[in-house]
């Protein structure tokens, strides 16, 4: 195997955000088949887990340049709260302090975002990171033959209305996650070239 160049993998990480962001753009124009797309290069850039194939671009990235993926989102879900909370809120993220969500949001770096439990769905805590992987590894990675139960249902039921374009729960969480990992991605690149 050859071990790539850092210039080698920023150029890799340059070229997601890139295609995420057109991917974005897709979204918004009311093409929703992109988010099958976005949920891949997700998994890619941010997704984490034991297997050695879960080496996240973005993250790895940052940890070896010593940047900070700061990002914002509620406080974590206590678990006593799962006992008797049907849904409880969105795996809400933004980049940067919302003046709107201030009181409500915390600081986290993306890493540990990923992995806490912010989501509450029938009972049933879950984090962005897990979000994530149901989606991708069942829609987009992988196509299996069955669905998650839990992903069907927030497909199916939980319709919103979210900044002008009708989406469900999943595909508002990918669409967020898709603009702060994009945004996250650009920062990082302009981190490396600046400092160099």
């Given at each position: ?60 990235l940052a940890k ?71 989606v991708a590894d ?30 469900n729960e999943a ?26």
């Amino acid at each position: 195997m050859v071990m790539l160049t850092l210039d080698d993998r920023i150029k890799q990480l340059e070229d997601q955000a890139s295609i995420l962001s057109d991917h974005i753009q897709r979204v918004e124009q009311g093409d929703h088949k992109y988010f099958i797309p976005i949920a891949t290069i997700l998994r890619a850039l941010v997704a984490t887990g034991r297997a050695r194939n879960f080496t996240p671009l973005l993250i790895s990235l940052a940890k070896e340049l010593n940047y900070s993926l700061k990002c914002y989102g509620p406080k974590e879900v206590d678990n006593s709260e799962l006992s008797f909370l049907v849904l409880v809120r969105g795996l809400n993220i933004t980049v940067d302090p919302h003046p709107v969500y201030s009181t409500r949001h915390v600081e986290y770096e993306l890493e540990k975002w990923m992995d806490t439990t912010l989501f509450v769905w029938k009972r049933k805590g879950y984090t962005p990171n897990l979000f994530l992987r149901t989606v991708a590894d069942s829609e987009g990675a992988h196509f299996d033959k069955r669905l998650p139960n839990d992903l069907v249902e927030l497909r199916e039921d939980i319709k919103i209305s979210f900044q002008k374009f009708n989406i469900n729960e999943a595909q508002r969480f990918l669409y967020q996650l898709a603009i702060a990992t994009q945004e996250l991605s650009i920062r990082c690149i302009e981190y490396y070239r600046t400092n160099r």
